[in-house]
């Protein structure tokens, strides 16, 4: 039987933004900003962390002498 392909996973799949960590990832964030002390700090009832997505810079374009011929030839 084949795989539908709905099921298959993309290559990058483990690497995309996900929106909720697990507590050791959140525990990594925490100790990171020094909120939470190993052995002092519970695991249980730790604070939310924000889970920010860090987007690619837009390529501005070129100016110069070069842009202005490309852009003259469309």
């Known amino acids: 039987m ?3 392909s709905s099921l298959k996973t993309k290559s990058g799949a483990l690497n995309q933004h996900r929106n909720v ?3 050791a990832e959140r525990i990594e964030k925490l100790q990171a900003t020094k909120r ?3 052995g002092e700090s519970s695991p249980l009832g730790i604070p939310k962390v924000r ?3 860090v987007a690619a810079a837009k390529k501005k374009p070129a100016k110069g002498p070069d842009a202005a ?3 003259s030839d469309d």
């Open 2 to 4: 084949s795989l539908h």
């Open 21 to 23: 960590l697990t507590r």
């Open 36 to 38: 939470f002390v190993h």
């Open 51 to 53: 889970s920010i997505k």
């Open 69 to 71: 011929a490309e852009s």
